[in-house]
């Protein structure tokens, strides 16, 4: 009886691992993998000469993965037709269209970050695979810097450096890739190593879809005025400053279906707003007359939802006064640019407890709907609520050339030609200031930014470069330019 029991307890063992009930699992803790992939091999040989190529072969101690590659794995010379890259095992295999590769040519295939190993993900440190199809590797730089020409500080957002050939028209940069890229570090610096000793042309582009191409609207550029030649790392730095172009020089077609469908949005928006009665807002916060909430420097807005007719009879505009209520004068003006804005003007006195009486038929639209009649009591800001600022500015900028530019990241406060070296201002809001100085080079009171195609460069930004943080009752006196120490 034991036997048989045996024998069934050892056929229903046998059968249990045919069947996969036994299963297999890892040895539970351990510390996680953090190490990279390790590169074995190279098929051909990495830094090879006087060669053309098909396919290269990477071999790694591990299995891995490849991501991104259409933006990670890049060749350069950029080719017209993309590599093709997989990751096979432990294997990445590169396909490269030969017959596009020049004679006398290095070539560099840069793997960025595009290997990981398959279980962590431990990215394979940046690996740059060299050939060349002449006797000799291309040993030139080119080095230089981007700033942005309207601040005239360096660009830290994505900007591309791109090089293409001397013999090329500037309509390049709008019909295909370049020969070279590079991207812009910190601080702007760009450096291009390993070039051939030939002459470019050289751009600088925000690409805002990374199809290194200038696609006009929306994307700035800049451009050298002349062409360049790479050396040796003793060359001068290249300056190029990036300005977007007030006409879209774009060759792409316009997209009539979306104008179409947004006209027709405007049209049902229009259609809506005719079918409402006349409103509006007063720029006025009336919840606590102790607050001091409306400016003494602006006036104050009134916003329709449509076109009205104004009768300023119908308004009136006084301040309290020991109990006693004054009227006084005031102006009403429509905005030119937005004719549903209305503005209210006086000469502001400070902490000072205003009433705007709004009567009915003060105002009424082309339907001949009447506006709502209202009452707003509002207490107004004072001199200590806001703060002054005093510029000195050297005496090689007074030259009416110079104009000082002042402003907020909403609001430009101050744009005037410089007819002095100090320059005083009073009643600032509380806020954080930027200052620059351009050269006004066709006196025209305004910055211009370039034209690519008409090879005008954006007029010269000569920035301050600290924000100055400017709060209520501080005045703040600043040296637009430090003086420069004595040299020993």
């Known amino acids: 009886m034991n036997s048989i029991l045996s024998r069934l307890f050892l056929l229903i063992i046998i059968v249990c691992i045919s069947a996969g009930c036994a299963n297999v699992s890892s040895l539970p803790g351990g510390k996680k993998d953090k190490i990279p992939p390790r590169l074995l091999k190279t098929t051909p040989k990495d830094s090879l ?35 093709t ?3 096979i095992n432990k294997h990445v295999n590169v396909t490269i269209p030969d017959t596009l590769l020049q004679p006398n040519t290095t070539y560099r295939i840069s793997f960025n970050n595009a290997i990981k190993d398959l279980h962590e993900g431990n990215t394979f440190p940046a690996y740059t695979y060299t050939f ?20 005239g500080l360096s660009d830290t957002g994505s900007v591309f450096i791109s090089l293409y050939a001397a013999t090329e028209s500037d309509s390049a940069v709008v019909r295909h890739k370049p020969l070279y890229v590079t991207k812009a570090q910190g601080g702007g610096l760009f450096s291009f190593k390993g070039l051939p000793a030939r002459t470019f042309r050289i751009y600088a582009l925000k690409d805002a879809n990374e199809n290194l191409i200038y696609d006009g609207k929306g994307e700035k550029i800049a451009f050298n005025d002349n062409t360049v030649t790479p050396g040796d790392t003793l060359q001068p730095r290249i300056l190029l400053r990036l300005f977007k172009e007030a006409v879209d020089t774009s060759m792409h077609s316009s997209d009539t279906a ?43 807005e009134i916003t329709f939802n449509k076109l009205a007719v104004i009768k300023k009879e119908r308004i009136s505009l006084a301040f309290d006064t020991n109990s006693t209520t004054i009227p006084v004068d005031f102006t009403i003006r429509t905005d030119t640019a937005n004719g549903f804005r209305l503005y209210v003007n006086t000469a502001w006195k400070e902490d000072a407890v205003y009433t705007l009486k709004i009567l009915k038929g003060f105002a009424k639209d082309t339907a001949g709907s009447d506006a709502f009649p209202s009452r707003y009591t509002f ?8 703060g002054k ?28 030609s410089i007819t002095d070296t100090v320059v005083s201002l009073t009643r ?3 806020a954080k200031y930027t200052l620059r100085i351009f050269v006004d080079a066709n006196g025209n009171g305004a910055w211009d930014p370039g034209d ?3 090879k005008i460069q954006p007029e010269v930004v000569i920035p301050y470069e600290n924000t100055i943080n400017l709060k209520s009752g501080w005045e703040n006196v600043i040296d637009f330019e430090k003086p420069q120490k004595p040299k020993k």
């Open 379 to 386: 207490r107004t800001k004072r001199d200590e609520d806001y």
């Open 258 to 300: 979306s104008k179409n469908a947004n006209n027709l949005f405007a049209s049902r928006k229009s259609n809506s707003k005719e079918k409402q009665g006349l409103t509006y807002t007063v720029g006025v916060d009336t919840s606590n007359i102790k607050n001091r909430t409306v400016e003494i420097i602006k006036p104050l």
């Open 132 to 151: 060349s199809t002449g006797a000799y590797f291309d040993s030139l730089s080119l080095n230089g810097k981007v700033i942005d020409a309207f601040t």
């Open 428 to 430: 600032l809001q509380p």
């Open 85 to 87: 890259v997989l990751g």
């Open 389 to 416: 600022l005093q510029i000195n500015i050297p005496t090689k900028y007074y030259d009416r050339k110079y104009i000082l530019f002042i402003n907020t990241d909403k609001d430009t406060i101050y744009q005037k």
């Open 49 to 83: 000469t006087n060669t053309t190529m098909k396919k290269l072969v990477l071999e790694f101690d591990e299995y891995i993965t490849v991501s991104d590659a259409s933006r990670e794995v890049q060749i350069s010379p950029i080719l017209s037709i993309p590599l």
């Open 452 to 454: 690519l195609f008409k």
